[in-house]
């Protein structure tokens, strides 16, 4: 356990941080998981929805910009190609 005041805050804020990138990270692979598993005319519905968690997870800095676009290629792929 950190003694240190500065040191108790900043494991505060990490727990923090960790619960709200996990989360994220949670969100985003279930929105990709029913864009892949959705019927031929909800498709294109889930796969803007899942499109849009990826990019909010970027915004926030859960993932970075390349992952995200590298991610949305490949599911725009899959979805499309299924």
Known sequence: MPQKK???KRRRQD???????RAMKS???TAVKRAE????EERETALRAAISVIDKAV???VIKKATADRKKSRLT????NA
């Not at 727990?15 to 990138?21: M, P, Q, S, T, V």
């Not at 598993?37 to 031929?40: G, I, K, Q, T, V």
């Open 6 to 8: 500065s040191a108790i």
């Open 15 to 21: 727990e923090k941080l960790n619960a709200r990138n």
């Open 27 to 29: 969100k985003m692979a």
């Open 37 to 40: 598993s959705a019927p031929a």
């Open 59 to 61: 915004k926030v800095g």
């Open 77 to 80: 792929k899959a979805v499309l």
